[in-house]
């Protein structure tokens, strides 16, 4: 049996719980997700979905929905959800988020476009109009929210350690002595900081493995599937999970707070994208191949 459809089934359940947690807290928000109650959408393929009142849409929205255009703001330095490639889904861009994103702009008769930037930019960038959402493996918590509105979660995660082969590390415990990398801003950053460790920040995942592979530091505190992306291609690495220390995490899209117009069509169509299984076969599809430690 497939790890991946495994994974892929896992995924579908955690996405399903109705629980938000936040990155380490354990904070129980108890936000009921729209699973709950299933929006019967239509099935058509095609056509456009009953709800997407063409009419509406020419408002006082920014210009980028004036134009038709729904521009999603990501940093695309964190496959599998987003990535540059040279033949993208959106562009250059690719992986589950850029896909997702896609659909929810078809879904609702736009165009959609991507802005890649800083991961540490989007929350600026919603506030100030230069994209419409963010999809970026964002994981939602409470300071997050108090600079964006959070869609329905489409997503669960936990952060994991990354260590080499023949690391002692079987434990967040055991992270006391050790050289820590995180990615700077990340939840992982979050976590750790939290734990009381010292660490050193990267701007990038890719930089704070090479370190890792390099043996210069001992261990990188990141989110699941990216990790599962990276050991998968660089050899010697292996993950090492601890979900006493470590608990759920959920990835929703943010839009500028207020704007539950926009918000509501992206829930409606993350909705239906949850419950016709789309977002878990776009799981699977983007982490086929990649091996579990
Ligand atoms: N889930 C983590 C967070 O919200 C990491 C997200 C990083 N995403 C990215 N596109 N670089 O902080």
């Not at 038709?68 to 540059?84: D, M, Q, S, Y």
């Amino acid at each position: 049996m497939k790890k991946v459809t495994k994974m892929a089934a896992l995924m579908l359940a955690m996405a399903m719980m109705t629980t938000a947690l936040t990155a380490c807290g354990g904070d129980e928000k108890g936000s009921s997700t729209a699973t709950d109650t299933t929006v019967t959408n239509s099935q058509t393929q095609d056509s456009t979905p009953a709800d997407a009142e063409p009419t509406e849409s020419a408002t006082q929205e920014a210009a980028p929905e004036a134009d038709n255009t729904l521009t999603f703001g990501t940093n695309a330095e964190f496959p599998p959800f987003e990535f540059v490639t040279g033949n993208g889904v959106i562009d250059q861009y690719d992986g589950i988020d850029i896909a997702i994103a896609k659909q929810i702009a078809e879904k609702n008769n736009m165009t959609p476009a991507i802005e890649n930037m800083e991961f540490a930019s989007l929350l600026v960038a919603l506030q100030n109009g230069q994209i419409d959402a963010a999809i970026a493996g964002m994981t939602v918590t409470d300071e997050r929210k108090e600079e964006a509105d959070f869609s329905i979660p489409y997503y669960t995660a936990t952060q994991v350690m990354i260590v080499r082969e023949d690391s002692d590390i079987t434990s967040a415990a055991d992270l006391a002595d050790k050289k820590i990398c995180v990615i700077e801003g990340y939840t992982g950053e979050i976590c750790v900081k939290d734990m009381g460790y010292p660490y050193e920040a990267f701007k990038k995942g890719t930089d704070a493995i090479m370190e890792l592979v390099n043996g210069k530091c001992d261990v990188v505190v990141l989110d699941s599937a990216t990790s599962q992306k990276y050991i998968s291609d660089n050899e010697g690495l292996k993950i090492v999970e601890d979900p006493s220390a470590f608990e759920s995490e959920e990835y929703a899209i943010a839009v500028k707070k207020g704007n539950t117009e926009l918000l509501d069509k992206i829930n409606t169509a993350i909705d239906a994208m949850l419950t016709d299984g789309t977002i878990a076969e776009l799981g699977a599809q983007y982490t086929e191949g990649l091996s579990a430690e």
